[in-house]
Nanobody, 127 residues
Framework: QVQLVESGGGLVQAGDSLRLSCAAT????????MGWFRQAPGREREFVAA????????YYADSVKGRFTISRDNARNTVYLQMNSLKPEDTAVYYC????????????????????WGKGTLVTVSS
């Protein structure tokens, strides 16, 4: 059973930074890709960032490109999301997700392609 536990959310002001963490019980070789998604009140869950364990490429939503950075610690099976220059529109519950089998680039952006999800961590950015 794959378990994903997110942490690091909180209340910050616009312009501040936060780093989210996702601790995964699944080992990197059992996981094809990992990503972060977010869901704001009244909106659908949307893609934020992702990577494949087998490569160095990272993928970002246009709305966070240049401000957010996804990274990983293979030894700890942990994925991070460094969020800088936060904006009120970044307010959402942030979810970590795992894809366990091959998927093409466009599939990484698709929440329905993920196999496992964490319970989320709330990020609130005040103006």
């Amino acid at each position: 059973q794959v378990q994903l536990v997110e942490s690091g959310g909180g209340l910050v002001q616009a312009g501040d930074s936060l780093r989210l963490s996702c601790a995964a019980t699944v080992r990197s070789f059992s996981s094809y890709a990992m990503g972060w998604f977010r869901q704001a009140p009244g909106r659908e869950r949307e893609f934020v960032a992702a990577f494949r364990w087998s490569g160095e490429s990272t993928y970002y939503a246009d709305s966070v490109k240049g401000r957010f950075t996804i990274s990983r610690d293979n030894a700890r099976n942990t994925v991070y999301l460094q969020m800088n220059s936060l904006k009120p529109e970044d307010t959402a519950v942030y979810y970590c997700a795992v894809r366990t089998s091959f998927i093409n680039n466009s599939g990484l952006y698709n929440k329905d392609a993920m196999d496992y999800w964490g319970k989320g961590t709330l990020v609130t950015v005040s103006s």
